[in-house]
Nanobody, 125 residues
Framework: QLRFVESGGGLVQPGDSLRLSCAASGFPLDVYAIGWFRQAPGKEREGVSCISRSGGYTDYVDSVKGRFTISRDAAKNTVYLQMNSLKAEDTAVYYC??????????????????WGQGTQVTVSS
């Protein structure tokens, strides 16, 4: 059983930044491609970003390109999502997860085999 723990969400103003963390419980994260997806009230789940096992390949949904950066730190067994220039439309619960088997790259997904409890991001003035 793969367990993920997301953290770092909060209430911020438009234009602010947040860094979300995705930690693994009991297994090494660096053997899996990891993705972030979000769920906002009344909206469909949306794949936001993903990173390959090696970290050499990343992808982003168009609405966050240039503002969000995904990265991984094997020593800390953590994947991060740095979110800059936040907008009201970024408000959602953010989740990280993976699918098995994992490939050499990654694919933006709305569905994952394993994911965490999520962290709330609220962008409001």
């Amino acid at each position: 059983q793969l367990r993920f723990v997301e953290s770092g969400g909060g209430l911020v103003q438009p234009g602010d930044s947040l860094r979300l963390s995705c930690a693994a419980s009991g297994f090494p994260l660096d053997v899996y491609a990891i993705g972030w997806f979000r769920q906002a009230p009344g909206k469909e789940r949306e794949g936001v970003s993903c990173i390959s096992r090696s970290g050499g390949y990343t992808d982003y949904v168009d609405s966050v390109k240039g503002r969000f950066t995904i990265s991984r730190d094997a020593a800390k067994n953590t994947v991060y999502l740095q979110m800059n220039s936040l907008k009201a439309e970024d408000t959602a619960v953010y989740y990280c997860g993976t699918v098995i088997p994992t490939g050499q790259t990654c694919v933006l997904r709305r569905e994952y085999d394993y994911w965490g409890q999520g962290t709330q991001v609220t962008v409001s003035s």
